[in-house]
């Protein structure tokens, strides 16, 4: 009898004790959702910023040095580092032909300047093409460049619609020459304070425009 005694009161306690620690945990304060981890865009709600003693880590790529949380809000995907060099390389093509229209030359760093080429298809030598090296232009035909770093008021206006830390932004205003502004846009607070730092760090802010918005 005493044996049985001392087991009820021992499952009493335990379910006690359940009841204690159940009491306890919903008492305690209301745990926040884990957000899942940020892509190459930032996922943080609009109005929340970076806490301001946040460590960082620095990222060089292309011409462009980026300083990343540490606590990877805004994730750095180094698997689209290809990406980006295809997309500097497209725009820089893409400004070279619009601008050569209106008679504006770019200027890419460790490109060849193009040696001119001019072809004689005279009636008297039809049969035969006679090169000559173009001769330098007259000082009041000098054509107009366009170099990288500079605005060119003419140039191309590019938006990023989801721009997170402002990688692929600022390597446009450090990589490629022929740009009025570039927009590096996101929804996210945190992405856009830390677009703001990147600009600064970079020394783009002349070309890189933050802005917070729904890319829609």
Not at 97 to 117: D, N, S
Not at 162 to 171: F, K, M, V, Y
Request: glycine content about 6%; overall charge neutral.
């Amino acid at each position: 009898m005493s044996h049985a005694r001392a087991v009820l009161r021992f499952t009493l306690s335990l379910r006690s004790a359940g009841r204690l620690c159940s009491a306890r945990f919903m008492e305690g304060p209301p745990h926040r959702p884990v957000s899942p981890p940020a892509m190459e865009n930032g996922t943080a709600p609009c109005g929340e910023k970076r806490p301001p003693d946040t460590q960082e880590t620095t990222v060089t790529e292309g011409s462009a040095k980026i300083a990343f949380p540490s606590a990877n809000e805004v994730f750095y995907n180094p698997v689209q580092e290809f990406n980006r060099d295809l997309t500097c390389a497209v725009i820089t093509e893409f400004a070279r032909i619009r601008l050569g229209a209106k008679g504006i030359q770019i200027k890419v760093p460790g490109e060849k300047e193009v040696q001119k080429v001019v072809v004689d298809l005279s009636e008297q030598e039809q049969d035969k093409a006679v090169l000559k090296e173009g001769a330098d232009p007259a000082p009041g035909n000098q054509p107009r460049t366009a170099t990288v770093g500079e605005m060119c008021e003419e140039g191309l206006r590019v938006l990023e619609g989801l721009a997170a830390s402002g990688l692929r932004s600022i390597r446009f205003a450090r990589e490629v020459p022929g740009l009025r502004s570039v927009v590096a846009n996101d929804a996210s607070a945190r992405a856009v304070d830390l677009i703001r730092h990147n600009v600064q760090l970079n020394e783009v802010a002349h070309l890189v425009q933050p802005s917070q918005a729904d890319a829609r």
